[in-house]
């Protein structure tokens, strides 16, 4: 499909699963040269990480510990600025090799708050890894390691990215349709 409705919003494709998937494969053989020997503890902030980081954990063929928190800072198409903690992480991370995964870095405040979080629990290491980046929407500074993709700061939904909690079932990426008019 060209075009998809979500709601009260079109969108347009974007970037296809096969591209995504294959970008992925990429990244994750560096994760792997990276984390193969450290017994990491892999931290997906869901909701819109699920899809990437399923595919991208069973690119890993060593051990690790996976673990979910839910945080929430969007409202419709809007970053909120504050960031609510929804599911905290239960697991311990000092003296651990982390991994927080992401779907997506726009302002970077969520990957901010985040890092500083589990920095103050004395993890071994920490590193980052983001299904898209967004560098012309970053509003802070903050490293990422793993990018899969650097896109323009456009809004985008599927491979499980939402608008109002709607299209993450997508397998391809769509970017809101501007009304020409």
């Known amino acids: ?14 970037i296809s699963e096969d591209e995504i998937r294959n970008s992925i494969k990429e990244v994750s053989q560096r994760m792997i040269s990276d984390l193969h020997d450290k017994n990491p503890l892999i931290i997906c902030v869901l909701n819109g990480v699920f899809i990437f980081a399923a595919d991208l954990i ?24 504050k960031i609510i903690e929804i ?26 708050y985040l890092k500083q979080n589990i920095l103050s629990q004395q993890p071994e290491s920490l590193r980052i890894a983001t299904l898209f980046l967004k560098p012309e929407a970053l509003q802070v500074d903050v490293d990422v390691d793993y990018v899969v993709m650097k896109i323009p700061n456009e809004f985008i939904v599927g491979y499980g990215l939402d608008y ?10 769509y970017k809101i349709k501007e009304i020409e008019g």
């Open 1 to 14: 499909m060209s075009v998809i409705q979500v709601q009260n919003k079109q969108f347009e494709l974007f």
């Open 58 to 81: 069973r690119c890993f063929e060593f051990p690790c510990e996976v673990a979910f928190i839910r945080l929430k800072s969007y409202s419709g198409t809007n970053s909120s600025g």
């Open 87 to 112: 599911n905290g992480l239960v697991e311990d991370v000092k003296g651990r090799n982390v991994v927080i995964i992401e779907d997506i870095v726009d302002t970077g405040n969520t990957i901010q």
């Open 164 to 173: 109002n909690g709607y299209g993450r079932n997508f397998r391809n990426v």
